[in-house]
């Protein structure tokens, strides 16, 4: 589905040019739940701002399915965001006046899909995140876990077959961060999707298919061979 090489992504802290990825190689297939781990500052977040067309590479290629989109128009790219990926974020991007329903129809809306069909699919997708019962519930009174099963149904809202989740158990108790993971697992496996994850947490990278460490903006490991920096 994905394919980066010799990505190359560099900033400037303080007039100094910090490589924040320096060459990464990578292939990402569909119906694997793959986790990036390391330190702070290893390249795991601009990992997942290219793999997302939210930030683009200073050199190399980042292709999906066979399309570049590197080096694609702001509206290209913006376009790949609304259609071919999901965003799960640890700190769930919930609106607080809106039901869980309306948050999780807003993609369909912004799309110009009628608000009576993306309530339809909004539901579908709440019961089958397990929170058919809690539709009409407003954020606040929503717990923690079942916000991000929310967060989750409106990053499935446009059937995307990408779905990249940034520190999704990072304010989850370990019971309700299990759950969250299983339901990922579950996505992953399920349909012509890849789940891609970010994270901290040793047991949560514990229940992907696929951990890629990363260090000093490179592929420390990667048990698939693909991102190995020879």
Do not use: C
Request: glycine share 10%; proline share 5%; net charge negative.
């Amino acid at each position: 589905m994905l394919e980066l090489v010799d990505v190359v992504r560099e900033y400037r802290i303080g007039g100094a040019p910090v490589r924040a990825l320096d060459g990464v190689s990578l292939r990402i297939d569909t119906g694997g739940f793959v986790a990036v781990v390391g330190p702070s500052g290893a390249g795991k977040s601009t990992l997942l701002h290219l793999l997302g067309a939210l930030d683009v590479p200073d050199s190399g290629s980042i292709r999906f399915r066979g399309t570049e989109i590197g080096d694609s128009s702001e509206e290209r790219r913006a376009e790949f965001r609304r259609h071919e990926v999901g965003f799960v974020f640890q700190f769930f991007n919930l609106l607080p006046t809106l039901t869980a329903w309306e948050n999780v129809a807003i993609p369909k809306l912004l799309d110009g899909i009628p608000l009576r069909r993306a309530r339809i699919r909004a539901l579908e997708l709440l019961d089958l995140v397990g929170l058919g019962d809690r539709a009409a519930h407003r954020p606040a009174e929503l717990s923690g876990g079942q916000m991000q099963r929310v967060a989750v149904a409106r990053a499935l809202m446009m059937d995307p077959p990408l779905i990249l989740a940034d520190e999704p158990t990072g304010n989850l108790d370990t019971v309700t961060g299990a759950a969250v993971l299983a339901l990922l697992a579950e996505i992953a496996r399920t349909g012509e999707r890849a789940v891609v994850m970010v994270t901290h947490d040793a047991e949560a990278a514990a229940a992907t298919d696929r951990v890629i460490r990363m260090r000093d903006g490179r592929i420390d490991a990667d048990p698939a061979g693909e991102g190995a920096v020879r």
